[in-house]
T-cell receptor
Protein backbone atom coordinates (compact mmCIF):
# COMPACT_ATOMS: atom_id res chain seq x y z
CA UNK A 1 0.00 0.00 0.00
CA UNK A 2 1.08 3.55 -0.64
CA UNK A 3 0.59 6.53 1.65
CA UNK A 4 1.20 10.21 0.98
CA UNK A 5 1.50 12.82 3.72
CA UNK A 6 1.29 16.58 3.35
CA UNK A 7 1.92 18.18 6.71
CA UNK A 8 1.06 21.78 5.78
CA UNK A 9 -2.72 22.32 5.53
CA UNK A 10 -2.25 25.98 4.53
CA UNK A 11 0.54 28.25 3.39
CA UNK A 12 0.78 31.88 2.39
CA UNK A 13 3.29 33.68 0.22
CA UNK A 14 3.56 37.10 -1.32
CA UNK A 15 3.64 37.64 -5.03
CA UNK A 16 7.10 37.18 -6.60
CA UNK A 17 8.42 35.25 -3.60
CA UNK A 18 9.41 31.59 -3.44
CA UNK A 19 7.52 28.96 -1.49
CA UNK A 20 8.13 25.26 -0.83
CA UNK A 21 5.39 22.72 -0.20
CA UNK A 22 6.32 19.52 1.62
CA UNK A 23 5.35 15.95 0.85
CA UNK A 24 6.49 12.61 2.19
CA UNK A 25 5.39 9.23 0.96
CA UNK A 26 5.73 5.59 1.70
CA UNK A 27 5.68 2.81 -0.84
CA UNK A 28 6.87 -0.76 -1.20
CA UNK A 29 7.11 -0.44 -4.97
CA UNK A 30 10.49 -0.41 -6.68
CA UNK A 31 9.31 1.57 -9.64
CA UNK A 32 6.88 4.41 -9.09
CA UNK A 33 6.05 7.94 -10.06
CA UNK A 34 5.41 11.08 -8.05
CA UNK A 35 3.19 13.97 -9.01
CA UNK A 36 2.07 17.40 -7.91
CA UNK A 37 -1.42 18.47 -8.91
CA UNK A 38 -3.00 21.89 -8.57
CA UNK A 39 -6.73 22.40 -7.94
CA UNK A 40 -7.86 26.02 -8.32
CA UNK A 41 -11.36 27.20 -7.37
CA UNK A 42 -12.55 26.00 -10.76
CA UNK A 43 -12.12 22.51 -9.24
CA UNK A 44 -10.26 20.96 -12.14
CA UNK A 45 -7.13 19.11 -11.04
CA UNK A 46 -4.19 20.11 -13.21
CA UNK A 47 -0.90 18.27 -13.39
CA UNK A 48 1.93 20.58 -12.35
CA UNK A 49 4.96 18.32 -12.44
CA UNK A 50 5.91 14.64 -12.38
CA UNK A 51 8.98 12.72 -11.29
CA UNK A 52 10.08 9.21 -12.21
CA UNK A 53 11.50 7.54 -9.12
CA UNK A 54 14.33 5.87 -11.01
CA UNK A 55 15.62 9.25 -12.21
CA UNK A 56 17.86 11.08 -9.79
CA UNK A 57 17.59 14.41 -11.55
CA UNK A 58 14.93 16.67 -10.09
CA UNK A 59 12.11 17.57 -12.45
CA UNK A 60 11.58 21.19 -13.47
CA UNK A 61 8.70 22.88 -15.28
CA UNK A 62 9.22 26.62 -15.70
CA UNK A 63 8.70 28.17 -12.23
CA UNK A 64 7.99 24.81 -10.63
CA UNK A 65 10.67 22.41 -9.47
CA UNK A 66 10.89 19.50 -7.09
CA UNK A 67 13.39 18.33 -4.51
CA UNK A 68 13.22 14.56 -4.71
CA UNK A 69 15.01 12.74 -1.90
CA UNK A 70 14.41 9.07 -2.58
CA UNK A 71 16.09 7.66 0.52
CA UNK A 72 14.13 10.03 2.74
CA UNK A 73 10.95 9.46 0.67
CA UNK A 74 10.50 13.19 0.37
CA UNK A 75 9.12 15.06 -2.63
CA UNK A 76 8.77 18.80 -2.08
CA UNK A 77 7.52 21.36 -4.60
CA UNK A 78 9.20 24.73 -4.99
CA UNK A 79 7.32 27.54 -6.68
CA UNK A 80 9.51 30.46 -7.72
CA UNK A 81 8.28 33.97 -8.54
CA UNK A 82 4.83 33.17 -7.14
CA UNK A 83 1.87 34.59 -9.04
CA UNK A 84 -1.68 35.32 -7.96
CA UNK A 85 -2.86 32.55 -10.27
CA UNK A 86 -0.89 30.04 -8.25
CA UNK A 87 -3.48 30.31 -5.49
CA UNK A 88 -4.95 26.81 -5.26
CA UNK A 89 -4.96 23.51 -3.40
CA UNK A 90 -1.85 21.50 -4.17
CA UNK A 91 -1.93 17.73 -3.96
CA UNK A 92 1.03 15.41 -3.87
CA UNK A 93 0.43 11.94 -5.31
CA UNK A 94 2.29 8.73 -5.91
CA UNK A 95 1.55 6.07 -8.49
CA UNK A 96 2.81 2.57 -9.07
CA UNK A 97 4.02 1.53 -12.47
CA UNK A 98 1.61 -1.33 -12.97
CA UNK A 99 -0.67 -1.16 -15.95
CA UNK A 100 -3.14 1.60 -15.21
CA UNK A 101 -1.61 4.27 -13.03
CA UNK A 102 -3.45 4.08 -9.72
CA UNK A 103 -2.62 7.23 -7.80
CA UNK A 104 -2.65 7.78 -4.04
CA UNK A 105 -3.11 11.39 -2.96
CA UNK A 106 -2.24 13.42 0.11
CA UNK A 107 -4.74 15.67 1.89
CA UNK A 108 -3.49 18.74 0.10
CA UNK A 109 -1.97 22.11 0.97
CA UNK A 110 -3.93 25.31 0.39
CA UNK A 111 -1.58 27.94 -1.01
CA UNK A 112 -2.63 31.57 -0.92
CA UNK A 113 -0.61 34.06 -2.94
CA UNK A 114 -1.22 37.66 -1.92
CA UNK A 115 -0.29 40.90 -3.69
CA UNK B 1 -11.19 22.37 -22.81
CA UNK B 2 -9.91 19.76 -20.39
CA UNK B 3 -10.43 16.67 -22.49
CA UNK B 4 -12.49 15.10 -19.70
CA UNK B 5 -16.04 16.38 -19.38
CA UNK B 6 -18.28 15.70 -16.39
CA UNK B 7 -21.99 16.37 -16.16
CA UNK B 8 -23.83 17.67 -14.31
CA UNK B 9 -21.60 20.20 -12.63
CA UNK B 10 -23.88 20.41 -9.59
CA UNK B 11 -26.48 17.95 -8.34
CA UNK B 12 -28.84 18.10 -5.39
CA UNK B 13 -30.76 14.94 -4.68
CA UNK B 14 -32.94 13.48 -1.99
CA UNK B 15 -32.06 10.25 -0.25
CA UNK B 16 -34.70 8.31 -2.15
CA UNK B 17 -33.76 9.61 -5.61
CA UNK B 18 -31.89 7.85 -8.38
CA UNK B 19 -29.47 9.86 -10.46
CA UNK B 20 -26.42 9.30 -12.64
CA UNK B 21 -23.14 11.13 -13.07
CA UNK B 22 -21.57 11.13 -16.51
CA UNK B 23 -17.95 11.35 -17.59
CA UNK B 24 -16.68 11.54 -21.14
CA UNK B 25 -13.17 11.67 -22.55
CA UNK B 26 -11.89 11.95 -26.11
CA UNK B 27 -8.19 11.67 -25.37
CA UNK B 28 -7.83 8.11 -26.56
CA UNK B 29 -7.20 6.94 -22.99
CA UNK B 30 -8.19 3.43 -22.03
CA UNK B 31 -8.40 3.68 -18.24
CA UNK B 32 -10.99 5.68 -16.34
CA UNK B 33 -11.48 6.38 -12.65
CA UNK B 34 -13.98 7.68 -10.12
CA UNK B 35 -12.64 9.53 -7.09
CA UNK B 36 -14.53 11.02 -4.16
CA UNK B 37 -13.21 14.28 -2.73
CA UNK B 38 -14.48 15.30 0.71
CA UNK B 39 -13.33 18.26 2.76
CA UNK B 40 -10.20 17.69 4.87
CA UNK B 41 -9.68 14.19 3.46
CA UNK B 42 -7.46 12.75 0.75
CA UNK B 43 -9.04 11.84 -2.54
CA UNK B 44 -10.61 8.42 -2.22
CA UNK B 45 -10.37 6.04 -5.15
CA UNK B 46 -13.76 4.45 -5.78
CA UNK B 47 -13.57 2.55 -9.05
CA UNK B 48 -11.09 1.86 -11.83
CA UNK B 49 -11.89 0.67 -15.31
CA UNK B 50 -9.13 -0.49 -17.61
CA UNK B 51 -10.01 -1.45 -21.16
CA UNK B 52 -13.68 -1.22 -20.15
CA UNK B 53 -13.36 -3.82 -17.40
CA UNK B 54 -13.65 -2.95 -13.75
CA UNK B 55 -10.29 -3.70 -12.18
CA UNK B 56 -10.67 -2.10 -8.76
CA UNK B 57 -13.56 -1.50 -6.43
CA UNK B 58 -12.38 -0.03 -3.16
CA UNK B 59 -15.07 -1.24 -0.78
CA UNK B 60 -17.57 1.24 -2.10
CA UNK B 61 -21.17 0.85 -0.85
CA UNK B 62 -23.54 -0.75 -3.30
CA UNK B 63 -25.60 2.45 -3.50
CA UNK B 64 -22.86 3.55 -5.93
CA UNK B 65 -22.90 1.58 -9.18
CA UNK B 66 -20.41 2.30 -11.97
CA UNK B 67 -20.85 1.59 -15.64
CA UNK B 68 -18.34 1.81 -18.47
CA UNK B 69 -20.08 1.08 -21.79
CA UNK B 70 -17.00 1.99 -23.87
CA UNK B 71 -13.56 3.46 -23.39
CA UNK B 72 -14.82 7.03 -23.78
CA UNK B 73 -17.68 7.00 -21.29
CA UNK B 74 -18.04 6.32 -17.60
CA UNK B 75 -21.12 6.61 -15.44
CA UNK B 76 -21.74 6.53 -11.73
CA UNK B 77 -25.31 5.53 -10.89
CA UNK B 78 -26.55 6.73 -7.52
CA UNK B 79 -29.48 5.47 -5.46
CA UNK B 80 -30.65 5.80 -1.86
CA UNK B 81 -27.66 7.92 -0.92
CA UNK B 82 -26.87 9.23 2.55
CA UNK B 83 -26.01 12.80 3.56
CA UNK B 84 -22.39 11.73 4.17
CA UNK B 85 -22.15 10.95 0.47
CA UNK B 86 -22.21 14.67 -0.26
CA UNK B 87 -18.86 15.46 -1.88
CA UNK B 88 -17.12 16.39 -5.09
CA UNK B 89 -16.96 13.41 -7.44
CA UNK B 90 -14.06 13.52 -9.82
CA UNK B 91 -13.60 11.49 -12.96
CA UNK B 92 -10.19 10.97 -14.49
CA UNK B 93 -8.64 9.10 -17.39
CA UNK B 94 -5.18 7.86 -18.24
CA UNK B 95 -3.34 5.86 -20.78
CA UNK B 96 -2.96 2.28 -19.63
CA UNK B 97 0.24 0.29 -19.52
CA UNK B 98 1.94 2.25 -16.78
CA UNK B 99 3.31 5.19 -18.68
CA UNK B 100 3.26 7.11 -15.42
CA UNK B 101 1.92 10.25 -16.96
CA UNK B 102 -0.77 10.58 -14.35
CA UNK B 103 -4.35 11.45 -14.91
CA UNK B 104 -6.37 13.98 -16.81
CA UNK B 105 -9.21 15.09 -14.59
CA UNK B 106 -12.64 16.49 -15.20
CA UNK B 107 -13.99 19.43 -13.24
CA UNK B 108 -16.12 17.22 -11.04
CA UNK B 109 -19.74 16.99 -10.00
CA UNK B 110 -20.60 18.68 -6.70
CA UNK B 111 -23.16 16.35 -5.12
CA UNK B 112 -25.36 17.39 -2.23
CA UNK B 113 -27.62 14.80 -0.63
CA UNK B 114 -30.53 16.25 1.34
Amino acid sequence: AQTVTQSQPEMSVQEAETVTLSCTYDTSENNYYLFWYKQPPSRQMILVIRQEAYKQQNATENRFSVNFQKAAKSFSLKISDSQLGDTAMYFCASGRDLGYSTLTFGKGTMLLVSP
Amino acid sequence: ETGVTQTPRHLVMGMTNKKSLKCEQHLGHNAMYWYKQSAKKPLELMFVYSLEERVENNSVPSRFSPECPNSSHLFLHLHTLQPEDSALYLCASSQDRGTGYGYTFGSGTRLTVV
